[in-house]
């Protein structure tokens, strides 16, 4: 069965201080991954998408990666306002037009 | 560029009323259209999506609808809202790449509705 799963589930920094955010997923052949960043009340906002391992984006502080078995996102850095639940969604080979979404980390800065 | 609108942004209803919200993409041309559902706590709820005019796929077949009058507007119906209806409604749209390769969707503000 397809899956993805992010942890951790939260994660609380100090300004400044960089760290990773994992999604490790399960799918019968990889079309795409993507990064949604979330603010409470509002849809999710593309980030980046990544197709094949080894590829690697970035976009102001931070940083996609991904491998066969999983992706991470790296914030560098942080600052209160990169303060958001961060999704991670898989577009499987098997899915058609469907992508699977994971729960998200929710990720707090604090100044 | 591609916007796309959601309305209304948030909805009060009672048990057992209808429902409509609607979805509309500027900018793009025969985009694929999806309704998601986002419960606390939980992840991203794929309920409907469509390639196409009149084509609609259900992912949960319970007392939600979906209809696609127009190439860009794609319409989330129920007849009789249950509590369980309540939550953040999203709609997305995507574009068709070829090659098979991923096609990055796009979401909308949402709309918040609650069931009394």
């Known amino acids: 069965e397809d899956q993805v799963t992010q942890s951790p589930e939260a994660l609380r920094l100090q300004e400044g201080e960089s760290s990773s955010l994992n999604c490790s997923y399960t799918?019968?052949?990889?079309?795409?991954l993507f990064w949604y960043r979330q603010d409470p009340g509002k849809g999710p906002e593309f980030l980046f998408t990544?197709?094949?391992a080894g590829e690697e984006k970035e976009k102001e502080r931070l940083k996609a990666t991904l491998t066969k078995k999983e992706s991470f996102l790296h914030i560098t850095a942080p600052k209160p306002e990169d303060s958001a639940t961060y999704l991670c969604?898989?577009?499987?080979?098997?899915?058609?037009?469907?992508?699977?979404f994971g729960k998200g980390t929710r990720l707090h800065i604090l100044p | 560029s591609q916007t796309i609108h959601q309305w209304p942004a948030t909805l009060v209803q009672p048990v057992g009323s209808p429902l409509s919200l609607e979805c509309t993409v500027e900018?793009?041309?025969?985009?694929?259209l999806y309704w998601y559902r986002q419960a606390a706590g939980r992840g991203l709820q794929l309920l409907f999506y469509?390639?196409?005019?009149?084509?609609i796929s259900s992912e949960v077949p319970q007392n939600l609808s979906a209809s696609r009058p127009q190439d860009r507007q794609f319409i989330l119906s129920s007849k009789k809202l249950l509590l369980s209806d309540s939550g953040f409604y999203l709609c997305?749209?995507?574009?068709?790449?070829?090659?098979?390769?991923?096609?990055?969707?796009?979401f909308g503000p949402g709309t918040r509705l609650t069931v009394l």
């Open positions: 799918v019968s052949g990889l079309r795409g």
């Open positions: 969604a898989v577009h499987a080979m098997n899915r058609d037009d469907k992508i699977i």
């Open positions: 990544l197709y094949s």
């Open positions: 997305a749209w995507s574009v068709r790449l070829a090659g098979g390769r991923a096609d990055t969707q796009y």
């Open positions: 900018g793009t041309s025969n985009p694929n």
């Open positions: 469509s390639v196409g005019i009149g084509q």
